[in-house]
């Protein structure tokens, strides 16, 4: 794995020289796809290796980053309450002309997440567990 993985910190001008970069410790590390671009919604790879009777057990998690995780949920909960709060406003207007304006933010908001997590994230994630199957097995 060494001899495919970039450390995290290597700033090198050739950055294409590895398939992965991230961390390897010595009963585990951590890697993601190496792109010439920055991606904060990139996969990444935690493997931990246990030695086991019949050779050595690899714990496979791909998933996102921290981060990323946390600023996600907090963008979800507040499209949810602004939709909660739109909905409200909506069904307790009195007037003959209901105002669209908030519908369409909504759903840009919606579409936004969605392309985020559908197209740039789960795309990284596919590859990246195709990868590491293969390099596991």
């Known amino acids: 794995m060494k001899s495919i993985t970039l450390h995290a910190c290597d700033q090198r001008k050739n950055i ?3 398939e992965f970069r991230g961390y390897i410790w010595q009963k585990s590390f951590m890697v993601w796809k190496n ?3 920055r991606n904060s ?5 935690k493997v931990n290796l246990n030695t086991a009777v019949n050779g050595t057990e690899a714990y496979l998690s ?10 996600m949920c907090i ?10 709060e ?9 007037t003959v002309v209901t105002p669209w304006a908030p519908v369409a933010i909504l759903s840009l908001f919606i579409l936004m997440a969605y392309i985020f997590l559908r197209l740039v994230f789960y795309n990284s994630f596919r590859k990246l567990r195709e990868r590491m199957l293969e390099i596991l097995s």
């Open 75 to 84: 963008w979800c909960v507040g499209v949810l309450f602004f939709g909660i």
């Open 86 to 94: 739109m909905t409200y406003y909506l069904l307790t207007d009195n």
């Open 16 to 18: 294409r020289a590895a």
């Open 62 to 71: 791909v998933g996102m980053s921290m981060p990323v995780f946390a600023i």
């Open 41 to 45: 919604f990139r996969a990444v790879a």
């Open 35 to 37: 792109n010439s671009y």
